[in-house]
RNA sequence: GCGCCCAUAGCUCAGCUGGAUAGAGCAUCGGCCUUCUAAGCCGGCGGUCCGGGGUUCGAAUCCUCGUGGGCGCGCCA
């Protein structure tokens, strides 16, 4: 509809400079919806943004646009209002048909082919397997999973990926931990491994260990030998079994990855040395004080970055861009990485070093979203978390006491760029102050009303071609209309902007209006045309609820 | 010191990419359940949009300089 009208003003436009013997390129049509019905239903300011250019006031040239306007059966009249803004007014005819098309497309409304199938990859979580998943990880998982949904309704091929380490320092710190447990020691006695590993779950790992477990994790699966001594078949062990746990965690938080990718396969096959040889030949790199560095300034760092260290070991950053050369090998056209913002520096090293390997990627590629950091509060103090301790609330936890739905909902709705409060008694709270709860709860009621009318007899499967809406003309009817023709640009702009709160937000705004409506209006009325035609209406709210908590990963209940 | 993020009602946050009179919830005060789920609705109170400049017909929104808070600045990952 508003590239509808967008593509009416855009004529008239052309034919008003035309008239006046202009020669400009305009300023873009811009549309958009009002927020106050007495603007009418959507509004231009084609008239502000040109009249000066074309040497005519804003409302003077408002009214020749009208005038010049191609008629069109979807706009019933236009007003001039303000200092230049055109007002648009649909008929409502051209209302109910966005209705017709969430009746019509049931759980694809909304969705659309912008992404036209080509390959974008969502790297999330990304935790080495050194410890249980906390809720920092929780809140890459909810927002990594939502981008990834929301990206698939935007027709994109999506591939969402896990990567880790399962060698190096913090592992082999990690199998040390669980070897010193299984002989017996403690974090406080003297042969405990320095900075080792001491939460709860080292003891359950070398209980598992000496048991001679047998572990199935979903990329990975490994049988202890029991010995206290075989440090390495220790160390396959205490991965698979966190692997595993992780695992658990992630499927009770629904969410699931297609590609599981290992740090030390880019050793393996190669493409780590690959890099360093193409980076060298590139004469990107230099020698000095024993180490090799990357002319990463060259690509707007602060310093150079050493690349491979005096003892001939690479730092973190090489395998990170031999991994990102990997990816974009792998033909995505985008790639989202899903981290935590303590680890923001990474980003411009990474895309420095891709520049480097002059492999014609482009200068802003990966695109990053970075989250701030998560703080947990429980009866209005913060539940401080402390690594070196051991003790830290776990994403499992925080699952297993708010449940699954409130925790992805409250992790995904605020902007990744700001810090998190995450407050345990607002998530448990079943009230309005809870907008999980707000929002099911709509979804609930239209589902309630269904069944109801349904025992009685009436026929509740409607057809989106033939119902008749003509009996919706409540203002608060005509307002849901508006807010359902909104999800699709919604959903539009959140896989653009990657920004899945969008989506958040909007659903709460959904539900208010309809909760307002509910207690306002009743559906099963006597008058069947106005039944029928209510029922329209909150089973095409219910549709686009439940396709909206779709995209968070949040279940949409029948009852509550 | 340098870099990134944030700052809107007492509190937690929206504000649809620069539009018309800045909005919700909580808290507080007052109403609505013999009628489709009160996990709901309606109304009152509540604002220096952190501050100063700038761009613009128009700024909470863009630019700039500050202030305050968080994170990061290893030959750790």
Partial sequence: MKDTVASLLGEALAKVIAENGADFEPAPIQIERTRDPAHGDLA???????????????????????????????????????????????????????????????ERFGHNDSGKGHKVQVEFVSANPTGPLHVGHGRGAAVGDSLARILAANGWDVTSEFYYNDAGAQINNLALSVQARCRKLTPEDDGWPEDGYRGDYIVELAEAYLAGEAVQASDKAVTASANADDLDNIRDFAVAWLRREQDLDLKSFGVSFDVFFLESS?????????????????????????????????????KDRVMRKQDGGYTYFLPDVAYHLNKWQRGFERVIDEQGADHHSTVTRVRAGLQALKADIPEGWPDYVLHQMVTVMRDGAEVKLSKRAGSYLTLRDLINEVGRDATRYFLVARSPNSQLTFDIDLALSQSNDNPVYYIQYAHARVCSVKRRLGEQGIKVDLDAETVSLDALGEPQ????????????????????????????????????????????????????????????????????????????????????
């Fill in 44 to 106: 231009s300011n084609v008239a502000l943004a040109n009249g000066k250019r074309l040497g005519m006031a804003p409302r003077a040239l408002a009214e020749a646009l009208c005038a010049a306007l191609p008629a069109n059966g979807a706009i019933a009249r236009t007003e001039i209002a303000g200092p230049g803004f055109i007002n648009f007014f649909l008929s409502s005819d051209s209302q109910g048909d966005v209705l017709r098309d969430v009746l019509r497309l049931g």
């Fill in 266 to 302: 880019l050793y393996e096959s190669g493409e780590v040395e690959a890099v360093v040889q193409r980076l060298i030949e590139n004469n990107a790199t230099y020698e000095k004080d024993g180490a090799l560095w990357l002319r990463t300034t060259d690509y707007g760092d602060d």
């Fill in 477 to 560: 009817e005509v307002e849901l209309l508006k807010q359902l023709a909104r999800f699709p640009d919604i959903v539009s702009r959140a896989a653009v902007t990657a920004e899945p709160q969008q989506v958040a937000n909007y659903l709460r705004e959904l539900a208010a209006e309809f909760h307002a409506y509910y207690n306002a209006h009743k559906v099963a009325v006597d008058d069947e045309d106005l039944r029928t035609a209510r029922l329209a209406l909150s089973e095409g709210v219910r549709q686009v609820l439940a396709n909206g908590l779709d995209l968070l990963g949040v279940s949409a209940p029948e009852a509550m």
